[in-house]
């Protein structure tokens, strides 16, 4: 953990230390080098273990292991002193309290005073850790509870003591979000804080209910699941991802630290679970858990035999009931009061936790949006504790509850006879959240743009099936992609030539950007090959055109464009983004150029730009060798590869220096609307048009020997052979002399009718219509 949070630091730009003890022994290695344990290599042995371990990791700690450089190994012995010009210091030992308060000693020792000393715990009391420093160190000291993969998991629970000074806690909250990029939560000092306390004890109320009432794991994990707005993962197979052994760890520490024996029994890990961890079936990391995968078969363990079986998935009428329904609220509404094994098994596992989250309102968090929010980013729940009950009906849910004999907290009750029926109601400002009594608004930070807020205060100025032009403020204009799955199909390319005509004359400039799934998957498919199969070939070829067109509209609009992608951005959806005056990317950005997957290569302008965005990040001055350029983008294009992170699209090219990179993903309209008044009040001008040298005969024939010894070696196919050749033509700018300079409108008129021959390929159709059917690439 101590090194996932080093990597997560790192990816931001920020130098970390990272120590860790002095090992006692040499390794069989280091003996055979002549080492001894007095040798530096020997003592920052795991510090550096660690680090090099991040390489390896999956998922990946690091956004590019080029950030590895930031990360410096030392040894807590030897190199205590350094932490003396640390801004802050976070401790991340053995969970033992006399362990830790032996390492605090220390650091209060050698830290200089005014920095901040936090602790990674989720089971021992912040408070405790913190006898006997000194006033500084307990005016700095909190909790920062990081989730594991701190990369991808967006919540930090901070916790602070008595002596935290105020100010330190805001300023935390606010570097915890504009700086590391998560959701923050204020959590109190009490067992398991609030993800982790809600989140288990959810858990083993599911395990009780599977086990009572005759349920499978698998039957369990299939209702569980995205069906209701939770992970993919479900039950079952997150406890298998996170460990059985670090389950049964975070659950033993309220078991161990509550006194109520009604509590204090749910949280004892069953028999069946002990016998499994006794038999190392920890999980994934162990190879075997609750699922065990024989092959391509995957089994599902027995709780009453410990042996594995054939994997169930629960059936009853209410699942084919709510296939109609639209979103997670609307299914769990239907599902949960259904007359049926689906509606028994989600009751009888989301009611108590639902009063569980009530009853501990005050004790672990002040208020229900901490909870709400805490479950959301920490455990990837669509609905929190609360909102849960808001979309299954407070006063019918109560009602129920009430007539089972189920313990209803008073503060429930109180606020059903006030006449106060949801927990949250939407105001005129934001949304509201009742609290003692009242409703209060939701403390949102400034950097977080609600696009559907300002549509429903300030409308928007058009629209059409495919997008919205939406007024942001302060003369910025933005761009949202609503299509499904925001392909990209004539209504899109309509509204970015009117959003073009409308920010040219009165707006600063404008962002193109949305707060859906991903920013974009690419062109409308199903529409290009509903066109082709019906011979409407002229159609396409003007749709390509039109395409094209609006790309250039984008790089020669008079008012700065900022791209903001995030996600899945991919196909069309890089070809939006590479014209752009700035990208502002988040972090967790995937790009890539992946038409070849379909049997095409892009047809946008995406070839042209990915290769001038190369020419441009060559240093000035310096002769350089066109058909190499030439060949690392024929490379990305024809292997069709995605940037993992925004850090490894900045080192393929598809970002420059220029662009920037957005670690909070709430924040990332705001910083791109930040960056087009920059660029409008710097005086921004579009690029002047120039031409584009190419390495014509000499770099194509390069470029086909590449793709030829790749067929030959196995790695491609004929058609993907044919799909190369066509992406060389257009790269190496067809059969010119080498060095020849030619304008942009050559290059996407080759793109084009490249891309319009391949499209008419059948191969080609067979790769779409499998795309379309079975959401992923065929190899033909």
């Not at 590019?64 to 932490?83: A, R, T």
């Not at 999980?283 to 169930?312: A, H, N």
């Not at 989600?346 to 672990?364: C, F, H, K, R």
Request: charged letters at 25%; hydrophobic letters at 40%.
């Amino acid at each position: 953990m101590g090194s996932g949070i080093a990597a997560h630091l790192a990816n931001i730009g920020i130098p970390v230390k990272l120590l860790d003890i002095v090992p006692r022994e040499l390794t069989a290695d280091e003996g055979k080098k002549g080492l001894t344990l007095e040798d530096k290599q020997v003592r920052n042995r795991l510090a550096q273990m660690s680090i090099q371990k991040l390489l390896k990791q999956k998922p990946a700690p690091l956004t590019s292991k080029k950030n590895l450089s930031l990360i410096e190994p030392g040894n807590f012995e030897d190199d205590l002193s350094k932490i003396n010009d640390c801004d802050w210091i976070i401790e991340v030992v053995v969970e033992r309290l006399d362990i830790k308060q032996s390492v605090f000693s220390q650091i209060d020792e050698y830290r200089k005073p005014g920095s901040i000393i936090s602790s990674n715990t989720s089971g021992i009391s912040i408070e405790a850790m913190a006898e006997g420093r000194s006033e500084d160190f307990r005016k700095h000291f909190l909790g920062t509870h990081f989730f594991n993969p701190p990369r991808y998991l967006k919540l930090l629970e901070i916790i602070p003591t008595e002596a935290t000074s105020p100010e330190i806690v805001k300023a935390m909250k606010q570097f915890g979000e504009d700086v590391l990029g998560k959701g923050v939560v204020i959590a109190k000092d009490t067992p398991n804080f609030i993800g982790n306390r809600i989140g288990t004890y959810g858990l083993l109320v599911t395990v009780r209910e599977m086990m009572e009432r005759g349920y499978s794991v698998g039957e369990v994990d299939s209702v569980t699941g995205p069906l209701i707005g939770r992970p993919k993962s479900a039950t079952f197979r997150t406890l298998d991802v996170v460990g059985l052994d670090t389950f049964a760890h975070v659950a033993k520490n309220v078991y161990d630290n509550v006194d109520n024996e009604e509590e204090k029994s749910v949280f004892e890990v069953p028999e069946f679970m002990k016998k499994m961890l006794d038999n190392g079936w920890l999980g994934s990391k162990s190879g075997q858990g609750f699922f065990l995968k024989k092959g391509k078969e995957i089994l599902e363990l027995d709780p009453s035999t410990l042996e594995y079986v054939e994997r169930k998935k629960l059936k009853a009428p209410s699942l084919d009931m709510v296939k109609q329904e639209k979103g997670a609220a609307r299914k769990l509404k239907a599902l949960i009061y259904a007359k049926d094994r689906v509606g028994e098994l989600l009751w009888n596992v989301i009611s108590p936790t639902l009063l569980y989250s009530a009853e501990l309102l005050g004790d672990i968090a002040d208020d229900i949006v901490a909870i709400d929010q805490a479950m959301k980013w920490g455990f990837g729940w669509q609905l929190g504790p609360f909102e849960t009950w808001d979309a299954i009906g407070l006063e019918k849910s109560v009602a129920r509850m009430q007539e089972e004999g189920r313990n209803i907290p008073e503060w429930i009750t109180q606020m059903i006879e006030n006449g106060n029926t949801t927990f949250y109601k939407e105001g005129d400002n934001g949304t509201l959240y009742y609290a003692n009594g009242e409703y209060q608004e939701v403390e949102v930070n400034e950097k977080i743009i609600n696009l559907k807020l300002i549509k429903k205060q300030k409308g928007v100025i058009k629209k059409n099936s495919g997008a919205s032009l939406i007024d942001i403020g302060d003369g910025v204009a933005l761009l949202e992609f609503h299509s499904p799955n925001n392909a990209i199909g004539f209504d899109i390319i309509q509204m970015i030539n009117y959003a073009i005509e409308e920010v040219d004359k009165n707006y600063k400039g404008l962002v193109i950007g949305n707060q859906g799934k991903n920013f974009c998957v690419g062109a409308n498919l199903a529409m290009i090959l509903m066109e082709v199969q019906d011979d409407n070939i002229f159609d396409v070829e003007m749709i390509t055109r039109q395409f094209q067109q609006a790309m250039m509209n984008i790089k020669y609009s008079n008012k700065p464009v900022v791209a903001a992608p995030f996600n899945m951005t991919l196909g069309g959806g890089a070809e939006i983004c590479l014209p752009a005056a700035k990208i502002q990317a988040s972090s967790e950005s995937y790009i890539g150029l992946v038409e070849t997957g379909v049997g095409l290569l892009p047809g946008g302008g995406g070839n042209k730009e990915l290769y001038i965005k190369h020419l441009d990040s060559l240093p000035n001055g310096i002769d350089f060798d066109i058909t190499k350029v030439a060949i690392k983008v024929f490379e990305t294009i024809a292997t069709a590869q995605v940037s993992t992170s925004a850090d490894e699209a900045r080192e393929n090219n598809f970002l420059n220096s220029n662009d920037g990179i957005s670690f909070n993903p709430d924040h990332q309209l705001y910083d791109a609307k930040q960056a087009v008044i920059a660029l409008h009040d710097t005086g921004y001008k579009p690029p002047v048009r120039k031409k584009i040298p190419v390495s014509g005969e000499p770099g194509y024939a390069a470029l086909l020997l590449g793709a030829q010894s790749m067929l030959y070696s196995g790695y491609i196919s004929e058609h993907d052979l044919k799909i190369a050749q066509k992406i060389a033509y257009v790269l190496a700018g067809g059969k010119v002399p080498y060095g020849t300079e030619v304008d942009e409108q050559y290059l996407l008129d080759l793109e084009r009718e490249a891309f319009i021959s391949l499209v008419q390929e059948g191969k080609t159709q067979q790769r779409m219509q499998h795309m379309l059917v079975k959401g992923k690439p065929l190899r033909n």
